[in-house]
């Protein structure tokens, strides 16, 4: 898997029908900077919105997944996002002009090929992934869904599905290495029963519905005057039945190609946890419904993890914002510049290091028989590490203050003494208000928590 952040090299389209609402849409993906992650944007609206990939936005499961956000939609978005993930793309900008996804051929096959056209670029920053401490459950009694998460330091998927059905039977699949999606999962096709297709045809689901872009099992005998109908509903000239009771004649490309789709679901719907995932995933008739409530699961257990785990700190990588870096954000100088490297920044969170050495000029007058560094200080280096979080949300940030405006429920832990490598973590607490941010800080020597508390600060516009 990789180690760092990847986009596209140019932007590629495609066009083509959306399944439910039959609406033609072009559909552009964008090359994106590093952490700004999957996001699709209506251009045919006026306010052209974005809508984060992302599970909290989802609205609706019940023949696909659709997101919402700043009042738009963008409906059937799993089998592009499964592309996304099985090629590693983490930052991508998807503009379409209309409210669905075209369904192509019913796989993620057509998205694979464009994005393999524009080619993959690797960026700078580093890849953060969901790793699970401990295995992940859930079930839906009812209907006989399991879905479990394993630790595991990779990706692999595996599904089993049965759907009582002389034709299909009991099925299996399993991908062992995304390097192996485009080939042996990128290509299998959505898949209906009849009287589902009958079922949505009714309810005026499957306006782009079409032989061509989707497997239809045959789970009944059909009369030849329901065939006739069939063939004038689809607009074709004849609709048969093979042997094995699939619709006119469509070849399966494998044998358990539903396996193999319902796969190619889980992955791109569980895209929507928002990051990689490091785990197996082992799915028992999985569906759209459950594979959105176990994103939900894994979004949730990684943000506990982030909350409770101490930020990684290797100097051997190279940091995300180096002392020039940090200068370039910060207005601060000696002997006021407290954070020496930023290794990690979000657009949520951020993770910095302090190197506390007895040349600080504060150790000549703060007990300098029994150096100790001052609280005071540790916590205007978290806001400073702060400082550099709430400054990424804007595109100069060099023509912004921040300011420090609030402390609540701040303690020390531990005394931070010189030697000391101070590793300091922020997370804004909500989206950030005329302004105005509110964080949640750590700061940790090794794996201690040596202080903690919320911050305030605002952001200002120089000469304003």
């Given amino acids: 898997m990789n180690l760092k952040q990847h986009t596209i090299k140019k932007a590629v389209t495609l066009k083509g029908v959306g399944l439910h609402t039959g609406v033609v849409t072009t559909m552009t993906f964008n090359p994106a900077p590093d952490h700004h992650g999957i996001k699709f944007q209506r251009i045919d609206l006026e306010e052209r919105p974005i809508i984060d990939a992302d599970v909290d936005n989802v609205v609706d499961i019940s023949r696909g997944t659709t997101i919402e956000q700043h009042g738009a939609r963008v409906g059937t978005i799993e089998h592009t996002l499964a592309a996304l993930v099985g090629l590693e793309i983490d930052n991508v900008l998807i503009q379409l002009d209309g409210p669905e996804c075209p369904i192509m ?13 524009a080619g993959t670029e690797e960026q700078e920053s580093l890849r953060e992934y969901i790793e699970l401490e401990e295995s992940l459950f859930y079930r839906e009694e009812d209907r006989d869904v399991e879905i479990a998460a394993l630790p595991l330091d990779d990706y692999r998927v595996t599904v ?44 005026n689901l499957i306006k782009g519905g079409d032989l061509n872009n989707a497997i239809v099992v045959v789970d009944r ?7 006739d109908n069939l063939a004038k509903l689809f607009n074709k000239p004849k609709v048969e039945v093979k042997k094995e009771g699939i619709l006119n ?11 193999r789709h319902k796969l190619l679901d889980v ?13 197996q995933i082992l799915a028992a008739r999985p569906g759209h419904a459950a594979n959105v409530a176990f994103a939900k699961k894994l979004k949730t257990a990684w943000k506990k ?4 785990n101490v930020p990684k700190y290797n100097p051997n990588q190279p940091p995300i914002l180096d002392i020039n870096g940090i200068t370039k954000f910060l207005a601060h100088r000696y002997p006021f510049l407290l954070i020496d490297k930023i290794i990690q920044l979000e657009s949520d969170t951020v993770s910095g290091v302090k190197n506390v050495t007895m040349n600080e000029p504060f150790f000549q007058g703060h007990f300098p028989d029994n150096p100790v560094m001052p609280g005071v200080l540790q916590v ?16 100069d940030p060099d023509n912004y203050w921040t ?31 005329r302004g105005i941010a509110k964080m949640y800080g750590r700061a940790f020597v090794g794996d201690t928590l040596v202080s903690e508390g919320y911050l305030t600060a605002s952001i200002v516009k120089k000469n304003s």
Avoid: W
């Fill in 403 to 433: 300011y420090f405006l609030g402390i609540e429920n701040f303690r020390f832990r531990k005394m931070v003494l010189p030697g000391d490598t101070l590793v300091i973590k922020c997370d804004l607490q909500g989206n950030i208000k």
């Fill in 221 to 227: 005998i059909v009369e030849d005057h329901e065939l």
């Fill in 380 to 395: 205007e280096a978290m806001a400073q590490v702060g400082g550099i979080l709430v400054l990424n949300t804007v595109e």
């Fill in 305 to 308: 993890t982030v909350k409770k």
């Fill in 267 to 279: 992955i791109g719907d569980l895209a929507l946890a928002g990051r990689p995932i490091k785990a």
């Fill in 249 to 259: 004649n469509v070849d399966l490309r494998y044998k358990n190609e539903p396996a």
């Fill in 105 to 117: 051929d019913g796989s993620s096959i057509q998205f694979v090929e464009v994005l393999m056209e």
């Fill in 160 to 203: 089993m599905v049965d759907y009582n059905s002389p034709v299909l039977g009991s099925q299996h699949a399993s991908l062992n290495d995304l390097s192996k999606f485009e080939k042996e999962i990128a290509s299998c096709r959505t898949f209906c029963f009849l009287h589902e297709l009958e079922m949505l045809h009714k309810n």
